[in-house]
């Protein structure tokens, strides 16, 4: 059972363009929502990351969207740059947070970001 | 700039052979997590500790794996024997869990760049 899905696997943006990358996940006790970026031949790295008592954070070009009763929550990448060209990962934990994960992320599969010059 | 530090980078074994996978967590971190990355399963948590004691191995194959704190700068991943199912990127990642008051903090999760193994 997949308890974060991630869509789409792969998306290729224009520069200057809006990425946007969906996740959906199941157990309503997850409190916490932390998006990933990974390079080739690194770790993940944490880049943004929201509790469900809001509907959005932003940072820089970076925005989360979180929908609670659509169990919903997406990254927008604006102005995307060819720089931003990585793989993302969204990720879920249950828990009491405050700032961070207790214990186990679930992630989802990871979106493939191409953005092209 | 602190960081946690695997090795090797990369290991190419034999199937039935031995491997340990180390981990240096950032100082003062007391919290340590294995994750396994393949491109079917993505990320995976394999075994979590916390303060050297593990917590979870839930997601670890217990007859070939095991995992371990040593002391608190060295977490280890071993699989014997291994397998060619087993070839995948690992990854470490450490962070610190406290408390504030009465509420517990934890910090965000930071990664090594993994241990990539193949197994012939």
């Known amino acids: 059972q997949q308890q974060v899905k991630q869509s789409p696997q792969s998306l290729i943006v224009q520069k200057g363009g809006i990425s946007i990358i969906n996740c959906a996940y199941e157990n309503t006790a997850f409190d916490y929502f932390p998006w990933y970026q990974q390079f080739p031949g690194k770790g993940p790295a944490l880049l943004i990351a929201i509790r469900p008592d809001v509907s959005e954070k932003k940072e820089g070009r970076f925005t989360i969207s979180f929908n609670k009763s659509a169990k919903q929550f997406s990254l927008h990448i604006m102005d995307s740059q060819p720089g931003d060209s990585a793989t993302y990962f969204c990720?879920?934990?249950?828990?009491?947070?405050?700032?961070?994960?207790?214990?186990?992320?679930?992630f989802g599969k990871g979106t493939k970001l191409s953005v092209k010059p | 700039d602190a960081r946690v530090t695997q090795t090797p980078r990369h290991k190419v074994t034999e199937m039935g052979q031995e491997v340990t996978m180390r981990c240096q967590p950032i100082l003062g971190h007391n919290t340590v997590f294995w994750y396994r990355q393949t491109m079917m399963q993505g990320l995976e948590l394999l075994a979590y500790?916390?303060?050297?004691?593990?917590?979870?191995d839930s997601g670890m194959p217990k007859d070939r794996f095991s995992a371990e704190m040593p002391d608190a700068t060295l977490a280890t991943l071993k699989i014997q024997p291994s397998e060619p199912r087993d070839s995948a990127v690992y990854f470490c990642a450490s962070g610190f869990r406290s408390l504030r008051g009465h509420q517990p903090y934890n910090s965000p999760l930071h990664f090594g760049n993994g241990t990539r193994l193949t197994v012939t």
């Open positions: 500790f916390r303060n050297r004691a593990p917590l979870d």
């Open positions: 990720a879920a934990s249950k828990g009491i947070n405050y700032g961070g994960s207790q214990g186990n992320l679930i």
